[in-house]
C-alpha cells in the first residue's frame, strides 16, 4: 500500500500541496492523543483549556447545518484532536436530532448513530476522537441553558475532554459575521469568581441564562485553514466581490433588527420599573456606585442598542457604495 | 491511453452542475489530511440534489483509504455509510464521487461503474480534483478541478481499455466534460469570508494561550498595524471590517474595469497581445466576441438604473432614515445610562459639600482620605 500510494502521491504532486509546518493541525498522532488523555492533566484546573481552534471544513459544515435548521436547534458533533490547553477541532458532523433546546435527552437519540458513524470511520482509517458537540441557537446568541448545561456536564463526566459549541445562525446572517461560542461546564461544586457577560439575552431567554451563567465558562475560539484552502479561496473571492457589492445588508435584516429593537425596549421598560420600586433604593441610602444590579443591566441595554446601531451603521455603508456605483447618473458627455 | 479515455465533444442534454464551496474546502480538508499523514488514494463521494436539469453538490464524505482495494469501493461499508449519510442529509442523496489526479484514468470508470451498479446513483458525477492548476500563477486562475459525466460508448475498438480489469463485466465507459459554476449560500458566503480574513495557518502550537497572537500574524499588516496605534473596539471592528471588504470589493470592480479599458486602448493602436491581456485574448489579432461581450456590458449600463427609481430612492431613503433614528436611540440610551451615574455620584457628593459647608467633620468614611498627612 505504501509504495503505491507513494507512487500515487508522486503522480498527482500531492506532497506540493501540504507543507509541515503550516498544514501541521491536519496531522493526527494517536498515541499522542491517548496519552494525553490518559494523563488526566486538566484534571487539576477546572479553567485549563482555554482555546480552541476550527479547521475551515468544520466551521462550514457547522454554519450550514445551524442555518439549514431555521428557527429549529439542530445539533452535531465534532472531531479532532487536542493540543495543551487547545481543542483543535477537524471536522463535524451533522447528528439526526432537532429541538435540542426543549427536550432533556435530545442526544440520546443520537447515540446510535454515533457509535454506528465512528465505527465506520475508524474503518475507514480516520483515528479522530469525538472532541464535542455543536448545536444552534437561533436568533438567542451564543450561551448555554439549563439543559446545555446538563448536557454537556454529562459529556465531561463519560468523555472528556469535551467541548461544546453553539451556533447562532440568525445573528450570523445580520452581523455578516459568524456568531459562535465555545464552552466548558465547571464542576458541580466550583464557584467561579465573577463572570460577566455582554451577551445580548432575549427577554424570554433569560431567565435561563441567570440561571446558569456561573456553570460554565466560555474558551476562545480561532480557525485555521490550510494551504490549500488559502489557493483555493483566493479563486473562489474572483466570484465573490460581485455579491459583496450587490447586497444590502439593511434590507436583508430588517426582521432581525426590528425583534432586536422590540427586546431592547422590553428590557429599558423592566430596568425602569425596577428604578420606580422603593426596595431597589433601599429606604434612600444610596449603596456603593457599583453594586447597584440596576446599573448593570443599564450597561447590558448600552452596549446592546451601541451593537445594533454598529450593524446598522455597516449596512448604510454597503447600502451608500452600492448608490454610489450602481444607482448614481451616468455623467452625460 | 488517458487521453482516449475522454470524449471529444460535450453534449446539450449532459446536466449542469452548481458546487458548493462547502464540498470544495471539505475535498481541500481531505487532500490536506491525506498528504501530511500520507494515507491515500484520495476518493470520496459527493452528495446533493438532481433535478434533472441541474445536479447541486452540497456535501460531500470521505472514503477511506482502507476501504479502497484494487480500484474498488469496499461494497457494504459504502453502503452503510450512504445509509448513515441519508439520516442526516434527508434531503440529499449520493450524486457522485470525486478524486485528485490530471486527467481521467482507467481505475477512474471502474469506481464509476461500481457507483452507477451498485449504489443505484443513475448518472454519477466525477470531480477530478486538479492540483496542478495551482501551478499556473494566473491572477483569473480557474478553480481547480473538472466535472465529468460517465457515457458508454457503444464502438468496441477500444479493446485496450479494461485490460486492467478481469471483470469483462466493465462496460467500455468515457468521460465527458460538462459546465459547472458555483453556487453558495448567503450562510457559505459569511463562512467563507470569516475563513478568509480571520483564519490562521494550521500551524501547531504546543498549547499556550500564545495562538490568539499566532492569529493574528497571518492577518497580515492591515490588521496588526492598527493594533499598535489604538485597539479598536469591537463594534469599530465590525464596521472596519465591513469597510474593508467593500474596499478590496471595489478595488476587484476596477481593476476588472481597467482590464477592459486597457483591453480597448490597445485594440485599434496594434493587434499585436498586449502584457496586460490574458494569452487567449491575443491568439487573434480581433476578437470579435470580447468586443461585441463589451458592447453589450456598456449598453446595459443604461439598464441597470431600476425601473421603479423613485420607488427605490424612497426605500432606500428610509432605510437609512431608520438607521439614523436608530443611531439616535443608541445615543439616547447611553447618555440615559450616564445621566444615572451622575444622578447617583450627585447624591453622595452633595450632602458631604453641605455638611462641609456648614463647618461638620465630613463623612465618617470618608475621614482618611483627608486626613492622609
Given at each position: 500500500?505504501?509504495?503505491?500510494?507513494?507512487?500515487?502521491?508522486?503522480?498527482?504532486?500531492i506532497?506540493?500541496?501540504?507543507?509541515?509546518?503550516?498544514?501541521?493541525l491536519?496531522?493526527?498522532?494517536?498515541?499522542?492523543?491517548?496519552?494525553?488523555?490518559s494523563?488526566?492533566?486538566?484534571?487539576?484546573?477546572?479553567?485549563?483549556?482555554?482555546?480552541?481552534?476550527?479547521?475551515s471544513?468544520?466551521?462550514?459544515?457547522?454554519?450550514?447545518?445551524?442555518?439549514?435548521?431555521?428557527?429549529?436547534?439542530?445539533?452535531?458533533?465534532?472531531?479532532?484532536?487536542?493540543?495543551?490547553?487547545?481543542?483543535?477541532?477537524?471536522?463535524?458532523?451533522?447528528?439526526?436530532?432537532?429541538?435540542?433546546?426543549?427536550?432533556?435527552?435530545?442526544?440520546?437519540?443520537?447515540?446510535?448513530?454515533?457509535?454506528?458513524?465512528?465505527?465506520?470511520?475508524?474503518?475507514?482509517?480516520r483515528?479522530?476522537?469525538?472532541?464535542?458537540?455543536?448545536?444552534?441557537?437561533?436568533?438567542?446568541?451564543?450561551?448555554?441553558?439549563?439543559?446545555?448545561?446538563?448536557?454537556?456536564?454529562?459529556?465531561?463526566?463519560?468523555?472528556?475532554?469535551?467541548?461544546?459549541?453553539?451556533?447562532?445562525?440568525?445573528?450570523?446572517?445580520?452581523?455578516?459575521?459568524?456568531?459562535?461560542?465555545?464552552?466548558?461546564t465547571?464542576p458541580?461544586?466550583?464557584?467561579?469568581?465573577?463572570?460577566?457577560?455582554?451577551?445580548?439575552?432575549?427577554?424570554?431567554?433569560?431567565?435561563?441564562?441567570?440561571?446558569?451563567?456561573?456553570?460554565?465558562?466560555?474558551?476562545?475560539?480561532?480557525?485555521?485553514?490550510?494551504?490549500?484552502?488559502?489557493?483555493?479561496?483566493?479563486?473562489?473571492?474572483?466570484?465573490?466581490?460581485?455579491?459583496?457589492?450587490?447586497?444590502?445588508p439593511?434590507?436583508?435584516?430588517r426582521d432581525?433588527?426590528?425583534?432586536?429593537?422590540?427586546?431592547?425596549?422590553?428590557?429599558?421598560?423592566?430596568?425602569?420599573?425596577?428604578?420606580?420600586?422603593?426596595?431597589s433604593?433601599?429606604?434612600?441610602?444610596?449603596?456603593?456606585?457599583?453594586?447597584?444590579?440596576?446599573?448593570?443591566?443599564?450597561?447590558?441595554?448600552?452596549r446592546?442598542?451601541?451593537?445594533?446601531?454598529v450593524?446598522?451603521?455597516?449596512?448604510?455603508?454597503?447600502?451608500?457604495?452600492?448608490?454610489?456605483?450602481f444607482?448614481?447618473?451616468?455623467?452625460?458627455? | 491511453?488517458?487521453?482516449?479515455?475522454?470524449?471529444?465533444?460535450?453534449?446539450?442534454t449532459?446536466?449542469?452542475?452548481?458546487?458548493h464551496?462547502?464540498?470544495?474546502?471539505?475535498?481541500?480538508?481531505?487532500?490536506?489530511?491525506?498528504?501530511?499523514r500520507?494515507?491515500?488514494?484520495?476518493?470520496?463521494?459527493?452528495?446533493?440534489?438532481?433535478?434533472?436539469?441541474?445536479?447541486?453538490?452540497?456535501?460531500?464524505?470521505?472514503?477511506?483509504?482502507?476501504?479502497?482495494?484494487?480500484?474498488?469501493?469496499?461494497?457494504?461499508?459504502?453502503?452503510?455509510?450512504?445509509?448513515?449519510?441519508?439520516?442526516?442529509?434527508?434531503?440529499?442523496?449520493?450524486?457522485?464521487?470525486?478524486?485528485?489526479?490530471?486527467?481521467?484514468?482507467?481505475?477512474?470508470?471502474?469506481?464509476q461503474?461500481?457507483?452507477?451498479?451498485s449504489?443505484?446513483?443513475?448518472?454519477?458525477?466525477?470531480?477530478?480534483?486538479?492540483?496542478?492548476?495551482?501551478?499556473?500563477?494566473?491572477?483569473?486562475g480557474?478553480?481547480?478541478?473538472?466535472?465529468?459525466?460517465?457515457?458508454?460508448?457503444?464502438?468496441?475498438?477500444?479493446?485496450?481499455?479494461?485490460?486492467?480489469?478481469?471483470?469483462?463485466?466493465?462496460?467500455?465507459?468515457?468521460?465527458r466534460?460538462?459546465?459547472?459554476?458555483?453556487?453558495?449560500?448567503?450562510?457559505?458566503?459569511?463562512?467563507?469570508?470569516?475563513?478568509?480574513?480571520?483564519?490562521?495557518?494550521?500551524?501547531?502550537?504546543?498549547?499556550?494561550?500564545?495562538?490568539?497572537?499566532?492569529?493574528?500574524?497571518?492577518?497580515?499588516?492591515?490588521?496588526?498595524?492598527?493594533?499598535?496605534?489604538?485597539?479598536?473596539?469591537?463594534?469599530?471592528?465590525?464596521?472596519?471590517?465591513?469597510?474593508?471588504?467593500k474596499?478590496?470589493?471595489?478595488?476587484?470592480?476596477?481593476?476588472?474595469?481597467?482590464?477592459?479599458?486597457?483591453?480597448?486602448?490597445?485594440?485599434?493602436?496594434?493587434?499585436?497581445?498586449?502584457?496586460?491581456?490574458?494569452?487567449?485574448?491575443?491568439t487573434?489579432?480581433?476578437?470579435?466576441?470580447?468586443?461585441?461581450?463589451?458592447?453589450?456590458?456598456?449598453?446595459?449600463?443604461?439598464?441597470?438604473?431600476?425601473?421603479?427609481?423613485?420607488?427605490?430612492?424612497?426605500?432606500?431613503?428610509?432605510?437609512?432614515?431608520?438607521?439614523?433614528?436608530?443611531?439616535?436611540?443608541?445615543?439616547?440610551?447611553?447618555?440615559?445610562?450616564?445621566?444615572?451615574?451622575?444622578?447617583?455620584?450627585?447624591?453622595?457628593?452633595?450632602?458631604?459639600?453641605?455638611?462641609?459647608?456648614?463647618?461638620?467633620?465630613?463623612?465618617?468614611?470618608?475621614?482618611?482620605?483627608?486626613?492622609?498627612?
Amino acid at each position: 500500500m505504501d509504495s503505491e500510494w507513494a507512487k500515487w502521491e508522486a503522480a498527482n504532486g500531492i506532497k506540493e500541496l501540504v507543507d509541515p509546518t503550516r498544514d501541521a493541525l491536519y496531522n493526527f498522532d494517536e498515541a499522542n492523543q491517548k496519552a494525553f488523555k490518559s494523563s488526566k492533566v486538566w484534571k487539576t484546573d477546572p479553567n485549563y483549556f482555554k482555546n480552541v481552534r476550527i479547521s475551515s471544513s468544520a466551521l462550514l459544515k457547522m454554519v450550514t447545518h445551524a442555518r439549514s435548521g431555521g428557527t429549529i436547534e439542530v445539533m452535531g458533533l465534532m472531531l479532532g484532536a487536542l493540543h495543551g490547553d487547545t481543542f483543535v477541532v477537524t471536522d463535524a458532523v451533522r447528528l439526526p436530532v432537532e429541538g435540542t433546546e426543549t427536550r432533556v435527552n435530545a442526544q440520546d437519540e443520537a447515540n446510535e448513530f454515533i457509535v454506528n458513524y465512528l465505527e465506520l470511520l475508524r474503518d475507514s482509517g480516520r483515528p479522530e476522537n469525538p472532541l464535542g458537540w455543536y448545536h444552534s441557537h437561533p436568533g438567542y446568541g451564543c450561551w448555554l441553558s439549563g439543559i446545555d448545561v446538563a448536557t454537556q456536564a454529562n459529556w465531561q463526566n463519560f468523555d472528556d475532554p469535551f467541548l461544546a459549541v453553539v451556533i447562532d445562525p440568525e445573528r450570523t446572517m445580520s452581523q455578516g459575521k459568524v456568531e459562535i461560542g465555545a464552552f466548558r461546564t465547571y464542576p458541580e461544586n466550583y464557584k467561579p469568581e465573577a463572570v460577566d457577560s455582554d451577551q445580548m439575552i432575549p427577554q424570554e431567554k433569560a431567565k435561563d441564562f441567570g440561571m446558569h451563567y456561573n456553570r460554565y465558562y466560555s474558551l476562545d475560539v480561532s480557525y485555521f485553514k490550510s494551504t490549500l484552502d488559502t489557493e483555493v479561496l483566493s479563486r473562489l473571492w474572483n466570484k465573490y466581490w460581485v455579491s459583496t457589492l450587490s447586497q444590502n445588508p439593511l434590507l436583508s435584516n430588517r426582521d432581525y433588527t426590528t425583534k432586536q429593537i422590540k427586546d431592547i425596549a422590553a428590557k429599558i421598560t423592566e430596568a425602569v420599573t425596577q428604578q420606580r420600586e422603593p426596595k431597589s433604593m433601599s429606604a434612600g441610602v444610596p449603596g456603593p456606585i457599583s453594586k447597584d444590579p440596576s446599573d448593570k443591566d443599564m450597561v447590558k441595554i448600552t452596549r446592546a442598542s451601541r451593537r445594533l446601531d454598529v450593524h446598522q451603521q455597516a449596512g448604510a455603508i454597503a447600502a451608500d457604495v452600492k448608490d454610489e456605483i450602481f444607482t448614481a447618473p451616468i455623467p452625460e458627455k | 491511453m488517458a487521453a482516449d479515455l475522454v470524449y471529444p465533444s460535450t453534449s446539450d442534454t449532459s446536466p449542469h452542475i452548481l458546487l458548493h464551496p462547502l464540498a470544495l474546502i471539505a475535498i481541500d480538508d481531505h487532500v490536506s489530511r491525506s498528504g501530511i499523514r500520507r494515507t491515500g488514494p484520495i476518493v470520496g463521494a459527493l452528495l446533493g440534489r438532481n433535478n434533472g436539469k441541474e445536479i447541486i453538490a452540497e456535501q460531500t464524505f470521505e472514503c477511506g483509504s482502507k476501504k479502497l482495494n484494487g480500484g474498488q469501493i469496499d461494497q457494504s461499508w459504502f453502503s452503510r455509510m450512504v445509509k448513515l449519510q441519508s439520516e442526516i442529509h434527508p434531503a440529499l442523496s449520493l450524486i457522485g464521487w470525486y478524486t485528485v489526479g490530471s486527467e481521467p484514468q482507467p481505475w477512474h470508470t471502474g469506481i464509476q461503474a461500481q457507483l452507477k451498479d451498485s449504489f443505484e446513483c443513475d448518472s454519477p458525477i466525477f470531480l477530478l480534483y486538479q492540483p496542478q492548476v495551482f501551478k499556473d500563477n494566473a491572477v483569473n486562475g480557474r478553480l481547480p478541478f473538472s466535472m465529468y459525466e460517465g457515457i458508454i460508448t457503444q464502438t468496441h475498438d477500444d479493446g485496450d481499455m479494461d485490460v486492467d480489469y478481469k471483470q469483462g463485466s466493465v462496460p467500455p465507459m468515457k468521460f465527458r466534460s460538462i459546465s459547472y459554476s458555483l453556487e453558495t449560500a448567503p450562510d457559505e458566503a459569511i463562512g467563507l469570508a470569516d475563513i478568509m480574513q480571520g483564519a490562521s495557518t494550521a500551524i501547531a502550537i504546543a498549547g499556550t494561550s500564545s495562538s490568539s497572537k499566532e492569529t493574528d500574524k497571518s492577518k497580515g499588516k492591515a490588521k496588526e498595524q492598527p493594533k499598535e496605534i489604538f485597539t479598536p473596539e469591537e463594534d469599530e471592528q465590525t464596521v472596519l471590517s465591513s469597510i474593508k471588504t467593500k474596499y478590496n470589493a471595489v478595488k476587484m470592480l476596477q481593476s476588472r474595469l481597467d482590464l477592459i479599458t486597457a483591453y480597448l486602448k490597445a485594440q485599434p493602436a496594434s493587434y499585436l497581445t498586449d502584457a496586460s491581456l490574458s494569452p487567449a485574448d491575443s491568439t487573434s489579432p480581433i476578437d470579435h466576441e470580447v468586443i461585441r461581450s463589451i458592447a453589450a456590458l456598456a449598453a446595459e449600463l443604461q439598464l441597470t438604473s431600476p425601473a421603479k427609481l423613485v420607488e427605490l430612492t424612497k426605500e432606500t431613503q428610509q432605510a437609512k432614515t431608520d438607521g439614523k433614528v436608530l443611531q439616535l436611540l443608541a445615543q439616547l440610551t447611553e447618555h440615559a445610562s450616564d445621566v444615572k451615574m451622575l444622578g447617583r455620584r450627585v447624591h453622595v457628593a452633595e450632602p458631604r459639600r453641605r455638611k462641609e459647608a456648614a463647618g461638620q467633620p465630613s463623612m465618617p468614611g470618608l475621614e482618611g482620605l483627608n486626613d492622609w498627612s
